[in-house]
């Protein structure tokens, strides 16, 4: 099984709805982040999470939000989803005793927006 | 400019040889380097850190040049299961802040 887990793996919706993603892990981490992946433009950070009662934007917040329920869960909201919210969605997790960039990464979940 | 860059390629290159690429960095502060692996449609893999004084692990071996702010990956005797996208990874701790290259694409051909 794998230590991070993310579902749904795969969603189509319409324009206008409301869609959660979530995540969980097995691997103790504090530590948790949400990416989107556009094809050629790499990894980009949405919000991440040092604890449960620790919540950042990162670079591409605008249109999404995030719920950490407990320290193995943190879900990711469109709250009215858009077109150009189509991607490939990424949870990771960290170890804050590690070295800041070694992340483990759920399978994705690839959203598209009709 | 991006704070990580690399060569989106795509290499295409024979079974069994050695290939090079490199990632630009720009933010002098970045404390930590990383070399991630992604196969099509899948999540990122940590391929292996990356350190001053090199780090090699069987084919691959990865080095950080501090004064010309790049980090590198080679890979000898490519294998065509080495074929997939090659993701550099900046981290700066002060900031707990991680920055991601668009990744270079490698196709290894029989």
């Known amino acids: 099984d794998a230590d991070v887990t993310q579902t749904p793996r795969n969603r189509i919706t319409k324009t206008g709805k409301r869609i959660m993603l979530e995540c969980s892990q097995t691997?103790?981490?504090?530590?948790m982040y949400w990416y989107r992946q556009d094809p050629g433009l790499g990894l980009q950070l949405i919000y991440y999470s040092f604890d449960v009662k620790d919540i950042n934007k990162g670079e591409i917040s605008d249109g999404y939000s995030v719920s950490r329920q407990a320290q193995a869960k943190f879900s990711l909201s469109l709250e009215s989803a858009i077109p150009n919210q189509t991607a490939l969605y990424f949870c990771a997790t960290s170890d804050p005793r590690g070295a800041v960039g070694e992340l483990f990464f759920g399978e994705g979940s690839r959203l598209t927006v009709l | 400019r991006k704070e990580v860059e690399q060569d989106p390629g795509p290499f295409n290159v024979p079974e069994g040889a050695t290939v090079a690429f490199n990632c630009t960095y720009s933010n002098s502060a970045s404390q930590s380097f990383f070399w991630y692996r992604q196969d099509c449609r899948k999540e990122p893999k940590l391929l292996m850190s990356v350190y001053s004084s090199g780090n090699e692990d069987g084919r691959f071996t990865a080095q950080l040049n501090r004064a010309s702010q790049y980090i590198s990956l080679l890979i000898r005797d490519s294998k065509l299961s080495d074929s997939a996208t090659y993701l550099c990874?900046?981290?700066?701790?002060?900031?707990?802040?991680?920055?991601f290259g668009s990744g270079t694409r490698l196709s290894i051909r029989p």
């Open positions: 691997k103790g981490h504090d530590r």
């Open positions: 990874v900046a981290g700066y701790s002060s900031a707990s802040k991680i920055i």
